[in-house]
């Protein structure tokens, strides 16, 4: 693959690479919707449960994902430059470290969880449904870590297709569990929403557990290695140098959905279903965004290590093009389907009223996404991660909350002034980061190859 990266057409090559991450996302985005679907059969309280803890989580596994693309980064850039021993190496000190931190914070989670559920406004049906569900997810967050930094590291060395195969069985082993431990169905507890997070917990575990022993046995490119696996500075300075922006870029941006949930929540039990379930949905566009965002992650970082700068920019040319047309497209489809997808999952109109709304204005802002998150891969692909941090937060904070009030609350338009915001919020940020970009400071690689290498001594 490394060969295909530096040399190969490059619109194919991102297409190799790009549509195992696009099934892998499009399974995790399962995870939600067959949750999703069978908690639609108890009630909208139960459905609306996930929605309501969902941000909440996802804040915490911001902390995993921002440290997790400095692995793709570190690796690709060590795998582009030849340097197999430094590649494992980064590897190893960064799949330790997301195993450490996982388990502070998965403590932290499930210690504050009543009090995170309260500043998102949780309605008070909803509350004890979603308080065991966050709580039982905060549990199983080292499992969720190990196959970040799984993914990740496979991601630096090119390897898409192995993830998606764990990510495939995971979904499988939810999609069985899910009425076991939701209806107690044989000998299994009625557990409801519940159980469904105890399901989740159980397929990521085993995702986890065989991830771990293929990088263990070094049967996917990469090796952890034994004598690596305690903290060494000079690398986790290295990691921090290039994480510590990316973790802040995804918390602030996780923590400001928290927020956003709030004011989601400020309307009621049918406008978080309907968010909730619309959410799930978008998800399923954001398959092709997350396809073409690793391919340029993987490409950049790769090419950037091995001194190729203009087909680097070439990449990032296309990819970008290619990622808001696709994503064009997929709106557009999205928009004429959008009351028939949200019957699939619930019955009340109420909500498929106010969730084809959400579809329809929020919708047609996923391609300007597409543009702020491929421009922002490239920059992570460099290990360039302050810009795509600053605008993140800015996209989040600076105009998705602040419009979304003041269109909602402040004008008065209601669930309606949310939507508008947040479609806002995508189309700015996408403009903005993308002009960034053409800046060029992305350009330099953040790496410093050892002496034998660079003359090729080294296998």
């Not at 930094?149 to 630096?156: K, S, V």
């Not at 928290?258 to 978080?272: D, N, P, R, S």
Request: positive net charge.
């Amino acid at each position: 693959m490394r060969e295909r990266i530096l040399n190969g057409p490059i619109l194919k090559t991102m297409l190799v690479l790009a549509w195992p991450v696009m099934l892998s996302n499009a399974l995790q985005a399962l995870y939600n919707l067959i949750d999703a679907f069978w908690l639609g059969k108890l009630s909208t309280e139960a459905l609306s449960a996930p929605s309501v803890a969902s941000p909440i989580i996802f804040f915490l596994m911001s902390l995993g994902t921002g440290f997790q693309a400095a692995g793709s980064a570190l690796v690709g850039q060590h795998v582009g430059a030849g340097d197999q021993r430094g590649a494992d190496e980064v590897g190893t000190q960064v799949f330790s470290f997301l195993v450490f931190l996982s388990l502070g914070v998965g403590l932290l989670g499930f210690f504050l969880a009543p009090l995170a559920l309260r500043v998102v406004r949780t309605p008070a049906e909803v509350l004890p449904m979603a308080l065991a569900y966050l709580r039982i997810e905060c549990l199983g967050l080292p499992m969720m870590f190990g196959t970040l930094a799984f993914t990740g590291l496979l991601l630096g060395v090119g390897d898409t297709r192995t993830p998606m195969y764990l990510m495939g069985t995971s979904v499988l082993a939810n999609a069985m569990l899910d009425p076991f431990f939701i209806f107690g169905w044989g000998p299994f507890p009625e557990l409801g929403v519940a159980g469904a997070a105890i399901a989740t917990v159980l397929s990521r575990g085993l995702a986890a557990l065989v991830g771990l022993w293929l990088l263990a046995t070094g049967r996917v490119g990469l090796r952890l290695r034994r004598d690596r696996l305690l903290p060494r500075w000079s690398r986790v300075r290295q990691i921090g140098r290039v994480g510590i922006p990316n973790a802040l870029d995804q918390a602030g941006t996780s923590f400001g959905f928290v927020i956003l949930m709030a004011l989601v929540a400020g309307f009621g039990t049918t406008v978080v279903a309907a968010y909730g379930v619309g959410n799930r949905l978008i998800n399923l566009l954001n398959v092709a965004i997350w396809g073409a965002t690793s391919a340029l992650v993987a490409m950049v970082g790769q090419n950037l290590g091995a001194e190729q700068t203009a087909r680097a920019e070439e990449i990032a040319r296309r990819g970008i093009r290619a990622t808001f047309l696709v994503l064009g497209g997929l709106s557009l489809l999205t928009f004429l389907g959008r009351e028939p997808l949200y019957r699939v999952f619930i019955a009340d109109p109420a909500v498929i009223e106010e969730g084809a709304r959400f579809l329809a204005i929020f919708g047609f802002s996923v391609p300007f996404f597409g543009l702020f998150a491929a421009a922002g891969a490239v920059f992570r692909g460099s290990g360039h991660t302050v810009p795509p941090m600053v605008f993140s937060l800015i996209r989040l904070w600076g105009l998705r909350i602040g419009l979304s009030w003041l269109l909602a609350y402040l004008w008065g338009l209601g669930p309606t002034g949310l939507w508008m915001g947040m479609a806002l919020s995508n189309a700015a940020a996408g403009v903005g980061l993308l002009a960034w970009l053409r800046r060029g400071t992305w350009k330099r690689k953040v790496i410093a190859v050892p002496a034998a290498v660079e003359r090729g001594t080294t296998p």
